[in-house]
């Protein structure tokens, strides 16, 4: 059977990405979507939409029967699940086998075998897979873990069996953080995934998480397309993505697929999934787990093999072969992936929600020796919702090496212009400046070694302090101009908290030669009073975007992961500022704020109360995740202003305090 009509069980990026292919293959497309996604842009794209619940996941998209009541509607001969929902979902899978609806993915069998950890890795095993030393039977208590743990050596991992995203894990140490770690892996593992099994394998030190692509067709044909690297990591979430991988060889790379390609076999694999491997220091590698589905940062695979994995499973799935051999795989140039959260990286990366007000991504290109790509589920006017995972955007660049991939995925985040939520922009910005970045000396531990205080801004090197100061004095004297007429030279005051100095404009045609006390270069400014991007074109070929917004006396400038405060003054005015009073800002020690916008779950203390510092004072609920707000210092309770069901805005106050 040719599928003519498709169903996407997904919603907002992935979806939106389904239906480009199904588009372009001339197959109809059919969304889904709940209360919270009925203006969604994968609603809008789609042929045809059916709604199918509650804006709660499991009131939706999580709903089988729904979703297969959807494709009866419709007529849709077969269902892309994407990823999350229910993508790894064997029961769902086998559902649509019984009603004669397609499944674009893998066989139920080889799902439910490869969604459980420990079943998983014993087929690994039995397979010739690399595998860390564990244990990987039943655990009968805490006390059995720890000599499990010992006789593993320290330090050791311990797993939920049907964990995912990072929750029902520990690391241990000693023993008594075996004991400790196995009862929360426990208890976390039965109040998320309803299965409290556990496992205990070796802890990798300074290790990398590299994955493998694979495709396989039900004609026997398993490919692999080579490696991503997804070291960058966040509480075990995966925030930037490359491949290849920096660090492997080619007869590691070589091993590592072959044995993926070993255990797509031995389970009867067919359409795309990734195996995710852990690798030491040594290029020593060890099976993590298999995705049975399209992962995320599927989109870098794409641009250095040139292929479609989305057309590839849905010709796998009419019964296709591939199309081509392990030996015409490519592996050209090298692609960069960011994703784009609506989190605040200052807050520590505490979710964010609300109405886009601005979205301008970068103009996507995609030939020459650049390609720039932005896969997306959202659009101006939209909302980020606290129903569903945070992100924006996957932000993607192409370039014949990995550096110039890296300054074009620099320039890329620089221009994207995201107003309205918290997003990580000007982190994601400051990881492409880091050298450990650029040398691609990763580890899954790189954002707690390099961040170890959280994130609070980017430091700009002298090169980019003088793109700063430069394109300010250039867009005031381009405001001044509009005033009173073109100055061919003039000097200004640029002060900010990178620095401040004396900056030198003189004009020569279309360029200005811009002059500090350190430095002398030509540029070109494409901008105009109004515009939120400033561009500058060096006479050495180098540019530079900002994002600019005037104050009234000078601009606020984000770029390069810095967001700054930027005064710029005629220098005889400068003079005059030390004599200005310096305006103090209010106390706000005193007061309980909201961090982000949410739900407060819990109130723990009365007015009149004595709190510790660490003392826990409230929760708040935002994005599914419960925040725990704790008191910084010995205080008493003096006022509360927020009740338990309250919906508060960020920085809303909810409690307020005196002095003991």
């Not at 805490?142 to 991992?157: D, K, L, N, Q």
């Not at 990763?442 to 959280?454: N, Q, S, V």
Request: aromatic share 6%; net charge negative.
């Amino acid at each position: 059977m040719t599928i003519q009509k498709l169903l996407i069980a997904n919603r907002g990026e992935i979806a939106c990405r389904v239906i480009k292919t199904a588009r372009k293959m001339g197959i109809a497309t059919v969304a889904v979507y709940s209360d919270a996604d009925r203006e969604a842009l994968h609603v809008r794209m789609a042929d045809e939409a059916i709604h199918i619940g509650a804006s709660p996941a499991r009131e939706s998209y999580l709903q089988i029967d729904r979703i297969i009541a959807a494709c009866k509607q419709t007529g849709a001969q077969a269902v892309h699940p994407g990823y999350g929902f229910l993508s790894e979902n064997a029961g769902f899978a086998a559902a649509l086998e019984k009603e004669g609806i397609v499944f674009v993915g893998p066989p139920p069998k080889a799902i439910e075998a490869m969604g459980d950890k420990i079943t998983s890795k014993k087929i690994a095993a039995e397979a010739g897979v690399s595998t860390v030393p564990g244990h990987m039977g039943l655990i009968a208590d805490a006390e059995e873990a720890v000599t499990i743990s010992r006789s593993i050596g320290y330090p050791v991992m311990i797993k939920a069996s049907a964990g995912g995203g990072g929750k029902g894990m520990r690391i241990a140490w000693t023993d008594d953080e075996a004991r400790e770690g196995f009862e929360r892996s426990k208890s976390e593992a039965a109040s998320s995934f309803g299965d409290d099994r556990i496992f205990i394998e070796k802890f990798v030190t300074e290790p990398r998480h590299i994955e493998i692509q694979l495709i396989g067709d039900a004609h026997g044909n398993v490919l692999y397309l080579n490696e991503r690297e997804c070291s960058i990591q966040r509480r075990n979430q995966k925030v930037i993505e490359e491949a290849p991988s920096p660090f492997l060889d080619e007869a590691t790379r070589k091993a590592m697929g072959e044995q993926s390609v070993a255990l797509a076999r031995a389970v009867g694999y067919r359409s795309a999934g990734t195996v995710e491997f852990i690798v030491d220091k040594d290029r020593n590698f060890y099976f993590l787990e298999m995705n049975t589905r399209l992962q995320v940062e599927h989109p870098v695979t794409e641009l250095i093999t040139g292929l479609d994995l989305v057309e590839l499973m849905l010709r796998v799935a009419n019964g296709e072969k591939l199309p081509l051999t392990q030996a015409e795989v490519q592996r050209r140039g090298w692609a960069i992936e960011s994703r784009l959260y609506a989190e605040d990286p200052y807050r520590n990366f505490l979710p964010s929600t609300g109405r886009l007000t601005r979205y301008r991504p970068p103009e996507e290109s995609a030939s020459g020796a650049l390609v720039v790509r932005n896969d997306t589920g959202v659009f101006e006017g939209g909302e980020i919702s606290t129903f569903y995972d945070p992100m924006i955007a996957k932000l993607c660049t192409w370039a014949p090496t990995r550096l110039e991939a890296i300054n074009a995925m620099a320039v890329a985040l620089d221009g994207f212009e995201v107003e309205g939520v918290g997003n990580n922009l000007p982190f994601l910005a400051s990881v492409m400046e880091q050298q450990r970045f650029r040398d691609g000396r990763l580890t899954t531990g790189y954002i707690a070694e390099e961040f170890p205080e959280g994130f609070a801004g980017a430091s700009l090197t002298e090169e980019q302090r003088f793109d700063v100061d430069a394109a300010a004095a250039l867009m005031m004297a381009r405001r001044e101009q509009r005033r009173g007429g073109v100055v061919a030279e003039s000097r200004w005051h640029v002060e900010s908290p990178a620095g401040a100095g004396l900056v030198r404009l003189t004009q020569h045609g279309h360029e200005t030669q811009v002059e500090t006390g350190w430095r002398s270069a030509a540029a070109h400014l494409r901008w105009q009073p109004g515009e939120s991007l400033a561009r500058l074109d060096w006479s050495d070929g180098r540019q530079a975007v900002l994002k600019v917004t005037p104050t009234t006396s000078g601009f606020r400038i984000r770029y390069r992961g810095a967001d700054l405060k930027v005064l710029v003054l005629r220098p005889h005015i400068a003079a005059l500022l030390k004599h200005m009073p310096v305006k103090t800002p209010p106390d706000m020690s005193k007061f309980l704020l909201c961090p982000m916008p949410g739900q407060v779950v819990r109130i723990d203390v009365a007015e009149g109360d004595v709190v510790e510092d660490g003392q826990t004072l409230a929760i708040v609920e935002a994005m599914k995740m419960e925040n725990v707000l704790k008191a910084e210092k010995r205080a008493r309770v003096s006022k509360i202003h927020a009740v338990p069901g309250a919906v508060l805005a960020v920085d809303q106050v909810i409690l307020e305090f005196e002095a003991v």
